[in-house]
């Protein structure tokens, strides 16, 4: 009888319909495919029922999670081989549960159940988020960023540097990157053209670096909103520290109860990711509420390319359930759309994709970097679920996959008068 590997690389071959790119090694040791091609490792047989019982993306996400299914060698290697075959198949590229249907690759599974050891379904990790009934509500919301925010903040603090900022960087140049996080910051500061006096609303506010910077660098006054309890502590503790609890106010607030506007420039960065296409319309509207006339916005925002059948669009099922729960991305034009619908006007769109992508492999390397550490504040499996998210993300970016968006908009009042100078990148300087 052959070998396990030699087995599984025929099911797969047949269930995929393209030769695997990779080599396997399996848990008794064997091994089949190119010696020279990154391996993808079966440390356990659970790996198959995982796969069994969740044929796609989440059972092999589970598989990673539990440590079942590892990879050999360099991770961006492995990921760009063989996310032509799981992750950019297309619109019209057949998932594995279709290919199940097939009668054929249906005799493959059988010999998967036979390597595979009692048909029970294993239990997924605990790492994995419980499917939601209502979604966007303002306690799922909270139970969503609680997941992905409360991981804690000593985690945070390996993976994002000393800048503890979580949105993409803005790089001029091959520098540090606590030196990209700062000048993406002032870039945003300087597009909503803060001055002394002025009051910002951050809306999901993080760890209070943005809060911070605008309110040492350009002299406002700053209210910070999170849901996300263990950020809120970590931030305040930072303005004190910084001497600014005069000038900045960190609250654990949903931004729908926020009432003490108005305010003269709102930025919202990475956090629209959580507000869902539903209530995106809701969103951009309180936000114009909350703004004087004349008043800017700045949304900073990853999106996804636009699909033939929008109505087909489904969250990513690894993101879903072990990282961002609820999050939805959009293509720009929608975001756009929906501001305008809103009242805003639009007066600037900046793709930062690139930079995104240099950012997540700062921080991949950050983590691996202090790999042990890591583990201990948190589990492997949740360690293993940021490495391959991180890792993912970087090659979704630099291939075109998503981008990210600085949209700045203005609340222009009836009149006209926007208040933008004639040449509106004058922030660049």
């Given at each position: 009888?052959?070998?396990?590997?030699?087995?599984?690389?025929?099911v797969?071959?047949?269930?995929?319909?393209?030769p695997?790119?990779?080599?396997?090694?399996?848990?008794?040791?064997s091994?089949?495919?190119?010696?020279?091609?990154p391996?993808?490792?079966?440390?356990?047989?659970?790996?198959?029922?995982?796969?069994?019982?969740?044929?796609?993306?989440?059972?092999?996400?589970?598989?990673?999670?539990?440590?079942?299914?590892?990879?050999?060698?360099?991770l961006?290697?492995?990921?760009?081989?063989?996310?032509?075959?799981?992750?950019?198949?297309?619109?019209?590229?057949?998932?594995?549960?279709?290919?199940?249907?097939?009668?054929?690759?249906?005799?493959?599974?059988?010999?998967?159940?036979?390597?595979?050891?009692?048909?029970?379904?294993?239990?997924?990790?605990?790492?994995?988020?419980?499917?939601?009934?209502?979604?966007?509500?303002?306690?799922?919301?909270?139970?969503?960023?609680?997941?992905?925010?409360?991981?804690?903040?000593?985690?945070?603090?390996?993976?994002?540097?000393?800048?503890?900022?979580?949105?993409?960087a803005?790089?001029?140049?091959?520098?540090?990157?606590?030196?990209?996080?700062?000048?993406k910051?002032?870039?945003?500061?300087?597009?909503?053209?803060?001055?002394?006096?002025?009051?910002l609303?951050?809306?999901?506010?993080?760890?209070?670096?943005?809060?911070?910077?605008?309110?040492?660098?350009?002299?406002?006054?700053v209210?910070?909103?999170?849901?996300?309890q263990?950020?809120?502590?970590?931030?305040?503790k930072?303005?004190?520290?910084?001497?600014?609890?005069?000038?900045?106010?960190?609250?654990?607030?949903?931004?729908?109860?926020v009432?003490?506007?108005?305010?003269?420039?709102?930025?919202?960065?990475?956090?629209?990711?959580?507000?869902?296409?539903?209530k995106?319309?809701?969103?951009?509207?309180?936000?114009?509420?909350?703004?004087?006339?004349?008043?800017?916005?700045?949304?900073?925002?990853?999106a996804?390319?636009?699909?033939?059948?929008?109505?087909?669009?489904?969250?990513?099922?690894?993101?879903?359930?072990?990282?961002?729960?609820?999050?939805?991305?959009?293509?720009?034009?929608?975001?756009?759309?929906?501001?305008?619908?809103a009242?805003?006007?639009?007066?600037?769109?900046?793709?930062?994709?690139?930079?995104?992508?240099?950012?997540?492999?700062?921080?991949?390397?950050?983590?691996e970097?202090?790999?042990?550490?890591?583990?201990?504040?948190?589990?492997?499996?949740?360690?293993?679920?940021?490495?391959?998210?991180?890792a993912a993300?970087?090659?979704?970016f630099?291939?075109?996959?998503?981008?990210?968006?600085?949209?700045?908009?203005?609340?222009?009042p009836?009149?006209?008068?926007?208040?933008?100078p004639?040449?509106?990148?004058?922030?660049?300087?």
């Amino acid at each position: 009888m052959a070998d396990a590997a030699s087995r599984l690389r025929s099911v797969a071959e047949q269930v995929l319909g393209v030769p695997l790119p990779v080599r396997l090694r399996a848990w008794d040791g064997s091994q089949a495919g190119p010696p020279d091609a990154p391996a993808l490792v079966i440390r356990n047989r659970r790996a198959l029922r995982y796969l069994l019982f969740k044929p796609g993306e989440l059972g092999l996400a589970r598989a990673w999670v539990a440590g079942d299914l590892d990879i050999e060698g360099d991770l961006y290697s492995a990921l760009a081989v063989m996310s032509g075959l799981i992750w950019e198949r297309g619109e019209d590229g057949r998932t594995l549960g279709q290919a199940l249907r097939d009668p054929e690759v249906r005799a493959a599974a059988r010999e998967l159940l036979k390597l595979a050891g009692p048909p029970l379904p294993p239990t997924p990790p605990r790492e994995e988020v419980r499917r939601r009934r209502q979604l966007h509500t303002r306690r799922s919301d909270k139970q969503a960023i609680s997941h992905h925010y409360d991981v804690g903040n000593d985690f945070y603090e390996i993976v994002l540097g000393p800048s503890m900022v979580y949105s993409c960087a803005y790089w001029e140049d091959d520098g540090t990157l606590e030196t990209a996080q700062r000048d993406k910051l002032e870039l945003v500061c300087r597009k909503l053209d803060l001055k002394p006096g002025q009051r910002l609303l951050d809306v999901g506010c993080g760890w209070g670096s943005m809060a911070i910077h605008a309110a040492r660098e350009h002299g406002v006054s700053v209210v910070g909103v999170t849901l996300s309890q263990e950020q809120a502590a970590y931030a305040r503790k930072r303005v004190a520290d910084e001497g600014l609890t005069d000038r900045v106010e960190i609250r654990v607030q949903d931004y729908r109860d926020v009432r003490d506007g108005p305010y003269d420039a709102i930025s919202s960065i990475g956090m629209a990711e959580h507000v869902g296409a539903e209530k995106y319309l809701k969103y951009a509207s309180d936000l114009y509420a909350l703004l004087k006339p004349g008043g800017r916005l700045l949304n900073h925002q990853i999106a996804r390319r636009p699909q033939r059948d929008e109505a087909a669009y489904h969250v990513d099922h690894f993101i879903d359930a072990y990282v961002f729960p609820d999050g939805e991305l959009a293509p720009i034009g929608t975001t756009v759309t929906q501001l305008e619908r809103a009242g805003f006007e639009v007066r600037d769109v900046e793709s930062l994709r690139e930079h995104y992508a240099l950012t997540l492999r700062r921080w991949v390397a950050n983590l691996e970097a202090d790999w042990a550490r890591a583990v201990r504040l948190t589990s492997p499996g949740r360690a293993r679920v940021w490495r391959l998210y991180m890792a993912a993300s970087a090659l979704a970016f630099e291939r075109n996959r998503i981008g990210v968006n600085q949209v700045l908009a203005v609340k222009t009042p009836e009149p006209g008068a926007s208040g933008l100078p004639l040449r509106t990148r004058t922030w660049t300087r």
